[in-house]
């Protein structure tokens, strides 16, 4: 696989997420719902300031922990993804990791520039892009976008569960974005198909 159709890939994965991401922020207020099919599948407007599917560490020293971990991450992606393109005929071996590329720098501008391109998104407003009065956050201090929310199923958990015994759930709850998805479709299927491959 040539190098230029990998950056290709990553380039068209990152337009994706991000022209998303830019939708989201200046058309729906935070919180803000919108529909797609009834009772399964909603675009649900939150920010994190943490990692995937709403997780997070605490405080701005875990936020900045976890942008330079990003970013470390990334500069090793970007130097294993050709050396294992030159070691390897295995296409989709190359594919799985460029997605998890993919969905790393997709994350990581949301947390390096968002907020500093963005206002303050609100549950009464939409963000403005580019604001006069400049953003919400400082550089590597901004919130990521998440938006899919698929509600697929409700219930309880039986009685006698310990600590959640009898408390209800929804399954899936959390609320995640292209990005994410990148990477979890990624994992689960470099540990599924390519198991045997993997270096």
Sequence with gaps: MKNRNIAL???LLLVADQALKIWIKTHMALGESITVF??????????NPGAA????????????????????AIGALCWFIPYLNRKTADKGLVVGFTLILAGAVGNMIDSAFYGMIFSESTPWGVAELFPEAGGYASFLHGKVVDMFYFPLFSGNYPAWLPWVGGDSFTFFAPVFNLADSYITVAVFYLLIFKYKALP
């Design 53 to 72: 599917f709403g997780f997070e560490l605490g405080g701005n020293n875990g936020k900045l922990f976890l942008s330079l971990f990003r970013i470390v």
């Design 9 to 11: 890939l990553v380039m």
């Design 38 to 47: 009834p009772d399964w599948f909603l675009l649900r407007f939150i920010e």
